[in-house]
């Protein structure tokens, strides 16, 4: 597996790095490992994606009145 050795880490961040491990259960280089994974991993924010897309594809005049009437629930015969 891959190894990263991070020099000239400022005392306050490292102690930061510590804190913040020690607040989600985890260690140090646990708490920096999934910071790293978090950073460069790419995320679909599925909600973001279709407002993007429904604004390319059908412009921002979109107005749709919500029916604000309570759903039946759903009859299984």
Not at 10 to 29: I, Q, V, W, Y
Not at 41 to 46: D, E
């Amino acid at each position: 597996m891959p190894a990263v050795t991070i020099r000239n880490l400022s005392p306050e961040t490292h102690r930061a790095l510590k804190r913040r491990a020690r607040l989600h259960g985890s260690s140090t280089e646990g708490e920096i490992r999934s910071i790293l994974e978090e950073a460069v991993r790419p995320r679909v924010k599925i909600g973001s994606e279709l407002v993007e897309f429904g604004r390319r594809t059908l412009g921002n005049d979109l107005n749709i009145v919500r029916d604000s009437r309570p759903t039946e629930p759903a009859v299984f015969d």
